[in-house]
């Protein structure tokens, strides 16, 4: 089983509709959690990090599940814009220190 | 501005010629890292830095080679370079403290060994 898991896509979402996608992990030693959003063939970015309690920056919703060791990404009103791969990122610490990234989710907005 | 600069952007080159990927962050960033992109297999990570001096395998490292003697930069060599190195290349860099706080990313890289 992958260390980190995501669902590759693609998922085909009209424009204005409210988009979920998770990402499992399988080491509860991990301790930090992000998204990042990587357009074709150019460099990640960071779109934000996932706190225990949630957290939302403006259309986006990141939520950390420890129990069902998921953590999940909502964007609601989606934007031709937001057509990307969206990586899950996931900071292991326990024998070594460990980044490990998810395949990615890719996401379609059709007009 | 807060960056990372990796250079060149576009690489052809011929299997054997040694080449050298530069990578420099202005950030004062301890952390340092190499990936590799391919389809369908995701980032890999190449090499690490935790620090000036400081270089450790990640989980691909066979045929590169690093180093870091300076905080801000932190170069890929290939020394013999073959075809099943082509691929897109990112240099990362971020802060360490009591946790991780997430990469910046370079530009990236796009290697091509014919």
């Known amino acids: 089983r992958k260390e980190v898991e995501q669902d590759p896509g693609p998922f085909n979402v009209p424009e204005g509709a409210t988009v979920a996608f998770n990402c499992t992990y399988s080491?509860?030693?991990?301790?930090?959690f992000f998204w990042y959003r990587q357009d074709c063939r150019k460099e990640p970015k960071l779109l934000m990090s996932?706190?225990?309690s949630g957290n939302e920056d403006g259309r986006f919703t990141a939520q950390l599940n420890r129990a069902s060791q998921y953590i999940s990404l909502l964007i609601r009103d989606s934007k031709l814009s937001d057509s990307a791969t969206y990586l899950c990122v996931v900071n292991r610490k326990d024998r070594d220190d460990k980044i490990i990234f998810g395949k990615g989710t890719r996401l379609h907005i059709l007009p | 501005e807060a960056q990372v600069t990796q250079n060149p952007r576009y690489l052809i080159t011929v299997t054997g010629k040694k080449l050298t990927v530069t990578c420099s962050q202005n950030?004062?960033?301890?952390?340092m890292s190499w990936y590799r992109q391919d389809p369908g297999l995701g980032l890999r990570q190449i090499y690490y830095s935790m620090n000036v001096e400081v270089t450790d395998k990640g989980d691909v490292p066979e045929g590169y080679k690093v180093s870091r003697k300076e905080k801000r930069n932190f170069p890929l060599i290939l020394e013999s370079p073959s075809p099943n190195q082509t691929s897109l290349y990112f240099c990362?860099?971020?802060?360490?403290?009591?946790?991780?706080?997430?990469?910046?990313f370079g530009s990236g890289t796009r290697l091509t060994v014919v």
């Open positions: 996932v706190y225990s």
């Open positions: 080491n509860s030693a991990s301790q930090s």
């Open positions: 990362a860099s971020s802060l360490v403290g009591s946790g991780w706080y997430g990469y910046t």
């Open positions: 950030m004062n960033h301890e952390y």
